[in-house]
């Protein structure tokens, strides 16, 4: 959740429309939203206000401004908050607290009404029925043609037209209080102009998604989300916490995630939100803002005195045994703190922050294009193709490509620029010298970050691919160290439960005895199999022998080939598939129930394991196998 309580400028917020759609928009100060056939409001006049608050938009008359309103709106669109009991009472109704479901007990009913009410031994009423109503439009005296005119002739909310439509109904009494308080609710929906400012999270963000473009990101739902970054275990990772491999160049652990994101960054950032690295920090972004420049040096302390009415100052002699001299912006500041001015302070100077310099509390995009497609990080401040520098994500959010991965001297990135000696750039232009660090800076961008991601020891692995699953937990999984955990989504299960059994116990058996029956020489049953070094996958390869023309079969005895073993089955443990579909209920007194209806679409399944590290070498189990006989004596054995 955002650390700051109330809105602020220049963010993002979801606005809750009477109808229950969402509508994400900017807050930009001096600039007016419209909500379409709701109106039009100032976006100033929700600025610093908390969120969760239900306006309602009202004309105003003629004459009477709003202090808060922006430049050129009209003086007939103003807020009113609306309280929570005004909500309430519209939701659930007026008599939701009386025993009696009526407010007109002692009116006449229909005749046979009562056969169908819940009667107390009294004779009292104690709840009424609807089955007799009928819901016809001829009941309603206004024609369609008369509320579009009320519409357009009308002031205020729309109070006025709901309360003529309901007046106006013919067969208003056979209502129940629930059928009543349900009828008077659709029509607030439909004609009350009101909206509710929601801060903008990710279930949010994921709500309205599904609701417009749900292919854009895999029909997600927010439950399934809330799995992958639970299973993920996506969390902060302290500093002192981090292990350094043998080699004294590789990093364990830190909190470092490894994510094949193909949903336009929402993975990305639930797993961020959950690291808390998403939101921009308010008091970073406070200090980077630039302060207005200094006064104009020509600018006297007589004027100062003369604009502000006061006397003459009485200064220290020059000669004086407590005269010292000030500087000239010393003196500036005294001056525009005497006229209530603000004082102007020196810029900080600038520091270069390098991009992708963090070494904990990382997540790093494996994608298959030039840039990834993070586009839903714009909701929370952070620009892909121009991040700002104050932003968490721009330190810790890092992104290596597939053919950076798997053949890094093949991208022109990777490979290190012409060195240019200290002599010769003394005499190149300005701009130049510029051009030339910049891709030096960019080129040791690059290099540490794939040899960082080349080098594993991942805490996790999340993967929201259209891709393959085989294809990239081949190469991905032995990126993660040792007891870290790889999640996979799909929309469908048929690629999950063949990856399932890809990594099955059966599958797993049979590829150590494969492994197991190699000969001393390096052959296995007449092929040659050599494991890659450089890589990032431990799955033994085949590699063409230069000296050895004739074609190799790489085939057991018992017909078992590469193609059965698409993984390393012995890389992971525990392999599961698994759903989860939260239903959305109705909470109101006496009217509980689930929603009868809700948003189709793909189920969507996850595929969760856990990366082990295979023991080296052959296990084998030696021993009798006999236990130590107990003895029993006198004093142990028991009496029958």
């Known amino acids: 959740m955002q650390s700051q309580s109330h809105v602020r400028p220049n963010t993002y917020v979801a606005l809750r429309l009477p109808s229950g759609l969402l509508k994400l928009v900017e807050l930009t100060p001096n600039t007016n939203i419209n ?126 037209i709901i309360a003529k439509i309901v007046a106006s109904h013919m067969a208003i009494e056979e209502k129940t209080s ?35 473009e749900a292919y854009k990101i895999m029909e997600l739902r927010e439950e399934t ?45 639930a797993l961020a939100e959950k690291m808390g690295i998403l939101y921009p920090n308010e008091e970073a972004e406070q200090l980077s803002e630039e302060e207005p420049a200094a006064p104009p040096e020509d600018s006297s ?10 006397a003459d100052i009485v200064m220290a002699e020059a000669d004086g045994p407590n005269f010292a001299p000030r500087s000239e912006s010393t003196l500036q500041q005294e001056s525009a703190a005497s006229s209530g001015e603000p004082i102007y302070r020196p810029k900080r100077p600038f520091q270069h922050v390098p991009q992708m310099s963090a070494q904990t509390n990382t997540i790093t995009i494996l994608h298959p294009n030039n840039q990834p497609n993070l586009s839903h990080l714009k909701y929370f401040g952070y620009d892909t193709g121009n ?31 012409k060195v240019v000696p200290e002599e010769t750039l003394a005499t190149l232009k300005s701009s130049k010298r510029g051009t030339y660090y910049k891709k030096r800076r960019r080129w040791e961008k690059t290099k540490r970050v794939v040899d960082e991601a080349r080098r594993g020891g991942f805490d996790g692995l999340i993967v929201a691919s259209s891709m393959e699953p085989k294809s990239v937990l081949k190469e991905a999984v032995p990126l993660v160290r040792g007891g870290g955990r790889v999640v996979v989504f799909s929309p469908s299960a048929e690629p999950l439960v063949e990856l399932c059994d890809c990594y099955s116990k059966e599958r797993r058996a049979a590829y150590i005895a494969r492994e197991f029956r190699a000969q001393p020489n390096g052959t296995t049953n007449g092929t040659r199999v050599k494991v890659e070094e450089d890589g990032p996958s431990g799955i033994p390869i085949k590699r063409e022998d230069d000296d050895d023309d004739d074609e190799e079969v790489n085939e057991l ?42 948003k189709g679409g793909a189920e969507g399944y996850l595929f969760t394991a ?31």
């Open 35 to 160: 909500l379409g056939k709701y109106g039009a409001f100032a976006a100033n006049q929700i600025l610093g206000r908390p969120y969760y608050l239900t306006y309602e938009l009202v004309d105003k008359e003629d004459g009477k401004e709003d202090g808060k309103a922006g430049a050129g709106l009209r003086a007939g669109a103003g807020l009113r908050v609306v309280p929570a009991s005004e909500l309430h009472a519209e939701a659930l109704g007026d008599d939701h607290a009386t025993p009696a479901e009526t407010r007109e007990e002692d009116a006449p009913l229909a005749e046979g009404a009562l056969s169908f009410d819940i009667v107390g031994d009294d004779g009292e009423v104690i709840m009424r029925n609807n089955r007799l109503t009928v819901d016809d439009p001829s009941r309603q005296k206004l024609s369609y043609e008369e509320i579009e005119e009320l519409k357009k002739a009308g002031a205020g909310s729309g109070k006025d």
């Open 178 to 212: 629930f059928s009543l308080a349900k009828y008077t609710l659709r029509k607030s929906r439909k004609y009350l102009k009101r909206f509710t400012v929601l801060p903008l999270d990710i279930g949010t963000l994921t709500e309205y998604v599904t609701e417009k």
């Open 225 to 269: 989300l809330g799995l992958i970054c639970s299973w993920a275990d996506g969390h902060y990772s302290a500093d002192n916490r981090v292990l350094m491999a043998e080699d004294g160049l590789s990093q364990i652990g830190g909190g470092r995630w490894l994510v094949v994101d193909d949903t336009g960054g929402l993975v990305t950032a």
């Open 301 to 310: 302390a007589a004027k100062t005195s003369e604009q502000n009415g006061t």
């Open 387 to 417: 991040p700002p520098t104050t932003h968490p994500l721009y330190t810790h959010l890092k992104m290596v490509s597939w053919l950076q991965l798997m053949h890094p001297t093949e991208d022109p990135s990777y490979i290190e620029p």
């Open 557 to 598: 005895d018992d017909g078992i080939t590469d193609d059965d073993f698409p993984v390393n089955p012995t890389l992971l443990l525990a392999p599961s598939l698994q759903t989860a579909r939260a239903r959305h209920w109705q909470v109101l007194p006496q009217r509980t129930h689930p929603f009868m209806t809700s």
């Open 610 to 640: 856990t990366r082990v590290l295979p023991v080296e070498g052959k296990v084998e189990a030696r021993g009798h196998g006999r236990g130590k006989k107990r003895k029993t004596g006198p004093e142990t054995s028991v009496p029958s």
